[in-house]
T-cell receptor, first 112, second 111 residues
Framework: QKEVEQDPGPLSVPEGAIVSLNCTYS??????FMWYRQYSRKGPELLMY????GNKEDGRFTAQVDKSSKYISLFIRDSQPSDSATYLC????????????FGKGTSLLVTP | ETGVTQTPRHLVMGMTNKKSLKCEQH?????MYWYKQSAKKPLELMFV???????ENNSVPSRFSPECPNSSHLFLHLHTLQPEDSALYLC??????????FGSGTRLTVV
């Protein structure tokens, strides 16, 4: 079983929709959770991060972590065509040093 | 620019060639990483350098050879690569804590 599972999509939504992106994981020791956004021909950029369980909101973006279910989510409200990108989840535990475990990424297309 | 600069952006090389990828960061981070990104696969960690010392090497073939001469620069030396090594090679820098800063990557094609 892979440590981090993420549906690659593609996911296509109309402008203004609420988008839900999700990852599941198997390692209960993971404590740091991140979401990266990657535009075509660019490297990933850090979008949101959370520590342990709970929610974090930043503008139109909300990150949720449910450690009991080993499930994390990224919600995008009022989606815009500029949100079209690949979204990667990443996570690590406190003892693994520096390495992050990434999902495969979900490709999102927001149509005008 | 993100603060992490990678050159070249694109590289086409034959299987007998030797080439090097370069990464530079001036963010004051103490760790640097090489990742490989292939289609439909998660990012694969290749090498980690912390304070210029290699701390992780994830069973990467010896045809990939990293070098970290100082805390701001990281190289990936390539020789006798295979077509399946064609991918986007990403450099990142960061410290312990939340996440990395990635460069834009080098798109490598091995012919």
């Amino acid at each position: 079983q892979k440590e981090v599972e993420q549906d690659p999509g593609p996911l296509s939504v109309p402008e203004g929709a609420i988008v839900s992106l999700n990852c599941t994981y198997s390692n209960s020791a993971f404590q740091y959770f991140m979401w990266y956004r990657q535009y075509s021909r660019k490297g990933p950029e850090l979008l949101m991060y959370t520590y342990s369980s709970g929610n974090k909101e930043d503008g139109r973006f909300t990150a949720q972590v449910d450690k009991s279910s080993k499930y994390i989510s990224l919600f995008i409200r009022d989606s815009q065509p500029s949100d079209s990108a690949t979204y990667l989840c990443a996570m690590r535990d406190s003892n693994s040093g520096y390495a992050l475990n990434f999902g495969k990424g979900t490709s999102l297309l927001v149509t005008p | 620019e993100t603060g992490v600069t990678q050159t070249p952006r694109h590289l086409v090389m034959g299987m007998t060639n030797k080439k090097s990828l370069k990464c530079e960061q001036h963010l004051g981070h103490n760790a640097m990483y090489w990742y490989k990104q292939s289609a439909k696969k998660p990012l694969e960690l290749m090498f980690v350098y912390s304070l210029e010392e290699r701390v992780e090497n994830n069973s990467v073939p010896s045809r990939f050879s990293p070098e970290c001469p100082n805390s701001s620069h990281l190289f990936l030396h390539l020789h006798t690569l295979q077509p399946e090594d064609s991918a986007l090679y990403l450099c990142a820098s960061g410290g312990q804590g939340f996440g990395y800063t990635f460069g834009s990557g080098t798109r490598l094609t091995v012919v």
